[in-house]
């Protein structure tokens, strides 16, 4: 069973950055892949990156390549996402979760935290 809670969202204007950080529960943290994932209003979850357990492997979505960096310190049981160059279109409640697969659906993981808002402005 693995509990985690995002923190680091907010307003910023277009252009600017922010850190996400997802703090996970549990000692088996350096198992999972850890990724992120988004929710804008009335529209479904989409993928944004993800981060193999050992963090040697990464995937990102194409619209956020170049911009996101994900990252995990597993001493600190934490995954970070910077996010630089924010765009309007990036507003949406960003969450992590974690899983087994370096996978891109969210049905490949099996633990999700409750999100965070993430509103950028023009």
Do not use: H
């Not at 069973?1 to 529960?25: D, F, I, W």
């Not at 990036?90 to 490949?108: E, F, H, I, K």
């Amino acid at each position: 069973q693995v509990q985690l809670v995002e923190s680091g969202g907010g307003l910023v204007q277009a252009g600017g950055s922010l850190r996400l950080s997802c703090a996970a529960s549990g000692r088996t943290f350096s198992s999972y892949v850890m990724g992120w994932f988004r929710q804008a209003p009335g529209k479904e979850r989409e993928f944004v990156a993800a981060l193999g357990s050992s963090g040697g492997s990464t995937r990102y979505a194409d619209s956020v390549k170049g911009r996101f960096t994900i990252s995990r310190d597993n001493a600190k049981n934490t995954v970070y996402l910077r996010m630089n160059s924010l765009k309007p279109e990036d507003t949406a409640v960003y969450y992590c979760a974690a899983g087994l697969v370096l996978g891109v659906v969210p049905g490949n993981y099996a633990y999700w935290g409750q999100g965070t808002q993430v509103t950028v402005s023009s």
